[in-house]
């Protein structure tokens, strides 16, 4: 069985179709990129995969399971979506961490209020999560005195935290400073290695020539191509 089947799928913003029938298996354990122009639907494709935008026709399944509709037109109950989006984790171009609180409290925040971890365990867990993304030396940081690098990578620390089988990321490195860049997309490539199935939004060709199994080319709302990133990648 696949991670995420993609069906037919549509979506409509007002009259505007921003994806039309968009057709995209996302193997599991393995490094989907999505490519393509601004504006052609790449992000909403992926927010689509945990229902942030609602699909209007065409099916979404994560593992099987049809996500944000029980049946044709009829919404699932916001407890089972929330269900289902704990086997998600999603990195933002924005790192939206909580500027008061420690990189470490900022990982185990999540644990506590949604895992229902007591204190002590959420902390461990979260401290593990930060040696993984290399900031064990900064767990006790707040936002501010981090880089945009070290911020994105607290961001991946608590969405790793909570043991997703699905990672999504969204232009994870679009508003970091060029130098830093390489740093967060270093940790991406670790986690691609230990088997994480990973659907990407970038414009790093780098990454996804190196790193991606499949990439995935929109354009104008339309999946136009589906391949290995030689052939994407090589034959423009
Ligand atoms: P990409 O990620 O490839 O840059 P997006 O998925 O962000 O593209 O956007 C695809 C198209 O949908 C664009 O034309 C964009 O302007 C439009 N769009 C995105 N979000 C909204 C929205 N909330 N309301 C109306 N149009 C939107
Ligand atoms: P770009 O060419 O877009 O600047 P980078 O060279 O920074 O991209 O590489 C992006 C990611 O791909 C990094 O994580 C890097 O480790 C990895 N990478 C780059 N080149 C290779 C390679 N030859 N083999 C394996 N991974 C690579």
């Known amino acids: 069985a696949s991670a995420v089947e993609i069906r037919n799928l549509d979506k409509f913003y007002g009259p505007f179709q921003a994806l039309k029938q968009i057709d995209l298996t996302i193997p599991p354990g393995k490094v989907t990129c999505l490519i393509g122009p601004s504006g052609s639907g790449k992000s909403t494709l992926l927010r689509c995969i945990n229902f942030l935008e609602e699909y209007d026709a065409g099916e979404v399944r994560i593992d099987d399971q049809l996500i944000g509709y029980d049946g044709p037109g ?34 185990a925040e999540g644990l506590i209020r949604v895992r229902g971890l007591g204190k002590a365990d959420a902390a461990t867990r979260a401290a593990e999560a930060l040696r993984k993304v290399g900031l064990e030396d900064k767990m006790q940081n707040h936002p501010a005195r981090l880089s945009g690098g070290q911020q994105q990578r607290v961001a991946i620390a608590r969405a790793i935290a909570m043991e997703p089988r699905l990672m999504l990321f969204d232009e994870p490195t679009s508003a970091l400073d060029p130098e830093l860049v390489g740093e967060v997309l270093q940790v991406m490539k670790t986690l691609a290695g230990e088997g994480m199935t990973m659907a990407v939004v970038t414009h790093e060709m780098g990454f996804a020539a190196h790193v991606a199994d499949q990439v995935a080319f929109m354009e104008a709302g339309e999946l136009v191509a589906v391949d290995s990133p030689d052939a994407i990648l090589h034959n423009p």
């Open 74 to 107: 009829r919404k699932m109950s916001a407890r089972k979506l929330r269900q289902m989006r704990r086997s998600i984790g999603m990195v933002f171009q924005q790192f939206n961490l909580w500027p008061h609180m420690t990189a470490l409290e900022n990982v």
